[in-house]
């Protein structure tokens, strides 16, 4: 498979879930996008692009168990969450609840709509490594105050790789009335979606990841009744220009000024070449994901002599293993990046090393474009780096 990709042939490439990487054929699509857009600009992006961009939504509605009226498109996920964040009204005293696992960016959106309404940032201690998912659910809602206005989730946790029950959560927040912002950055293609049946109050994801789109191409899915007072990151014509057929949330979003939108005119195409390239569609894709995963941090463990950090049932289409403990010393914790860059310059492999808690790990992707033995060589490099 990994002939369809564009990917170094010298790189051995275990970081899928950081940015992704683009099939050779989804390419060829934005590239013949862009050589349109640039042969008649004008027509492209304001005649043609409403009528271009609305079977691409439909699609991705359809692949994401949503109605299409309730999907726009964004650049990325931590776009969206600033959309949400900074659309929702806070007051002095308030409180909006995370976890110690979420993203730092997005993090960072809630720290800052916090501080400049007075409210308060309460962060769940969801430990790790950890033992199952009840654990998690259980952090969160002990994190819970009579002043929760809302709850940013991870869908997926982005640094230690964990699939978290969100169905669970969303409802067992919503009981006691805590709406959910979902970042479901690693989500789409990694897990089946349906936002309809989930019942979020938002929703995002990234289409650049595990569905292999263009950098670029992301999605915000919201409620029908938290629509309204929702606001883009950038807000542009929408807000008094309302047009027939869409909705007015669609209105304030699809047009934030002059951009190139062949990333978000690919992603119907990325949804299709990748659900045809096994027998069963995306289903088989995701198991087939999730098994090599299971797989690489099974051989990873064991050559490592080390525990896996929580149980295989919480696993995606990436996993977080520990590193031996002759890195673990909290003197050389610092060195991350070094190390990270040695494995990179000396034996080609890109994997990314973090911090969580007081413990360092590493940790790996799967895609159609790996193979257990890549799994091995990151093995035997790691283990001949701490000799």
Known sequence: MRQHWEL????????????????????????SLRRQMEASPVEFLWRQLESRLQPVRAALAAFIGARPRDVVFVTNATCAVNAVVRSWPLRRGDAVLTTNLDYNACRNVLTESARR???????????????????????????????????????????????????????????????????????????PLHLR???????????????????????????????????????????????????????????AGTCDPSAWLCVAEAIDWLGGQLPGGWPTLRRHNHSLACQARRLLCAALEVEAP??????????????????????VSRSLDQEQARLYAGFRIEVPFMTIGARRYFRVSAHLHNHLAEYAYLADALKMLAA
């Open 117 to 191: 309404a007075g409210a308060k940032v309460i962060v769940a201690p969801i430990p790790f490594p950890l033992s199952g998912a009840d654990a998690a659910v259980e952090a969160i809602l002990g994190a819970v105050t009579p002043r929760t206005r809302y709850a940013m989730i991870d869908h997926v946790t982005s640094a230690s790789g964990m699939v978290l029950p969100i169905g669970r959560i969303v409802r067992e927040l919503a009981a006691r009335g805590v709406e959910t912002l979902v970042d479901g950055a690693h989500a789409p293609g990694m897990l």
């Open 310 to 331: 929580c149980p295989a049932g919480m696993l995606g289409s990436m996993a977080t293993i520990p590193l031996p403990e002759c890195w673990q010393n909290p003197r």
């Open 197 to 255: 049946s989930l019942q979020a109050a938002w929703y995002c994801g990234n289409l650049h990841k595990w569905v292999c789109a263009p950098k670029g191409s992301a999605f915000l899915w919201a409620r029908e009744d938290c629509q309204a007072k929702l606001q883009p990151a950038v807000i542009s014509h929408g807000n008094n220009s309302p047009r027939a057929g869409f909705s007015s949330f669609q209105d304030r979003f699809d047009w």
């Open 8 to 31: 170094d042939a010298e790189l051995v490439f275990l970081n899928h879930g950081s940015f992704g990487a683009c099939p050779k054929p989804i390419l060829t699509l934005q590239h």
